[in-house]
């Protein structure tokens, strides 16, 4: 596609569910990279992939997140055992990569609602 | 994690030059200097980059102190379009090839008609 792509915009969930939140990064883009962003907020990193390797998970906050991307495209962001503080818009972002402008495209963003 | 620091807050009139300042004393030799803006409602847009000399493209200047402890955004004229969040980011690497960005909580920056 022409940009970076996430689904779904927008999901409502109830304390305890496990959602998974999905990205498309933009056609032959090796990097994508995930944030999480709350209100007022910059966005703060989670994790990163070059291809399919897992380079960088050191921002995922605890065991119940985890990302995949499995054949270095889309990408998966699960959460389970969902709790209200994991409220939050998603970022997901990719980027050329292994070039000095490394310059990131992000997407519209998942709005995730714990209740 | 290679820090930046930046005034929470700045204001600007139409049509006027903006500039906006980004300390960064604990840049390594290899930190590129990255800055994206956050229009309201979107998601970070990529602005500009530098490495060591100044840098102009159509959107802004980029100037970058000698000893690279510091650099300020130009928004040569404003609009009111401009009102944003501007975030200064250092592209950490990781190990070679391999990059991360960290963001920090930016400069809103309020353009006034």
């Known amino acids: 596609g022409a940009g970076v792509s996430q689904s779904p915009r927008y999901k409502v969930t109830k304390r305890g569910q496990d959602v998974a939140l999905r990205c498309d990064p933009i056609s032959g883009h090796v990097s994508l990279y995930w944030y999480r962003q709350a209100l007022g907020q910059g966005p703060e990193f989670l994790t990163y992939f070059n291809y399919e390797a897992q380079q960088d998970k050191s921002g995922l906050p605890n065991d119940r997140f985890s990302a995949e991307r499995p054949e270095g495209s889309i990408s998966t962001l699960t959460i389970q055992r969902t709790e209200q503080r994991d409220s939050a818009m998603y970022r997901c972002?990719?980027?050329?990569?292994?070039?000095?402008?490394?310059?990131?495209?992000f997407g519209e963003g998942s709005r995730l609602t714990v209740l | 994690d290679a820090k930046t620091t930046q005034p929470n807050s700045m204001e600007s009139n139409e049509e006027e030059p903006v500039h906006l300042p980004c300390n960064h004393s604990?840049?390594?030799?290899?930190?590129?200097i990255h800055w994206y803006r956050q229009l309201p409602s979107q998601g970070p847009e990529y602005v500009i980059h530098g490495l060591t000399s100044n840098v102009n493209n159509r959107m802004a200047s980029l100037a970058i102190a000698e000893d690279r402890k510091s650099s300020t955004l130009i928004l040569h004229r404003a609009t009111l379009r401009d009102a944003a969040v501007y975030y200064c980011i250092l592209r950490d690497v990781i190990v070679s090839g391999t990059y991360k960005y960290i963001f920090g909580t930016g400069t809103r920056l309020k353009v006034l008609a």
């Open positions: 604990t840049i390594s030799g290899t930190d590129y």
């Open positions: 972002a990719s980027s050329l990569a292994l070039t000095n402008t490394g310059e990131l495209f």
